[in-house]
């Protein structure tokens, strides 16, 4: 079989210059010694598994791809197991948000129900409940210093009228006050015909016990009434008409 590839390589070879021939005749002779070599040491052919893996072992590179593989299965194990402790941790944590946010909602509502009272608390015990009062019982119900204004309804021949908490809030971009000063102002005369018609307690209560929010995304917007109770002539004396 030698004997046939180097006759084939000499063919191959005959029409290239001399010192190429020469080369690559050398690099031939060379590569089919190495193989008899090869084969004579490990008495199979060179493609066999069995001679590579003895030659491997040989060299000592089997062992080293072996220990490499335990160090990698041993790692995914860690890695695994590391997955499982960051999901119950993220559990865990995802767990802790939702109580402490839960707890959070309560608390905000416990203290906008403490703001409410201690508005209504203020205007039973003296007569300075003021605007400022006022502003913080909306700030305390809703988050927001949210506007307010009369509104008259008259149905089946009675004549109603309401107090408005307006979906139009402090620094919005549609709120009617330029300032916060003209906003106070505002609640300031609001608070104090309240006072003057005994409904200031009355709506106070509403602003505690309703659930409604003002809504100023929907078509018409969203208020939300506080109704006195009042008579027809008190209404108009309010009003004007």
């Known amino acids: 079989r030698s004997s046939s590839i180097v006759h084939r390589s000499y063919s191959f070879c005959h029409n290239m210059k001399p010192a190429t021939a020469l080369a690559c005749l050398t690099a031939i002779v060379s590569c089919q010694v190495l193989a008899a070599f090869v084969i004579q040491h490990d008495r199979l052919p060179v493609t066999s598994k069995s001679a590579g893996r003895r030659t491997r072992s040989a060299l000592g590179f089997w062992n080293t791809n072996k220990d490499t593989s335990d160090e990698d299965a041993s790692s995914r194990d860690v890695s695994a197991e590391e997955g499982e402790l960051d999901m119950s941790a993220f559990q865990k944590r995802k767990a802790e948000q939702l109580q402490s946010s839960s707890l959070g909602s309560s608390q905000r509502a416990s203290e906008a129900e403490v703001a409410t009272a201690t508005a209504s608390a203020s205007a039973n015990d003296d ?31 009675f004549r109603k009228m309401y107090l408005n908490v307006m979906p139009y809030h402090l620094e919005g971009r549609r709120f009617r006050h330029e300032t916060e000063l003209d906003y106070l102002c505002h609640l300031q005369a609001v608070v104090e015909i309240l006072q003057k018609y ?18 100023a995304g929907s078509i018409p917007v969203v208020a939300v009434p506080l109704r006195l109770d009042l008579t027809a002539d008190q209404v108009t004396q309010i009003i004007g008409y």
Do not use: H, M
């Open 198 to 215: 005994d409904q200031l307690d009355y709506v106070l209560a509403q602003i505690q016990e309703t659930d409604k929010t003002p809504r």
């Open 127 to 157: 007569g300075d409940f003021d605007g400022y009062g006022l502003r913080d019982a909306i700030l305390g119900k809703w988050g927001k210093c949210y506007d307010v204004d009369f509104n008259r309804v008259d149905s089946f021949g």
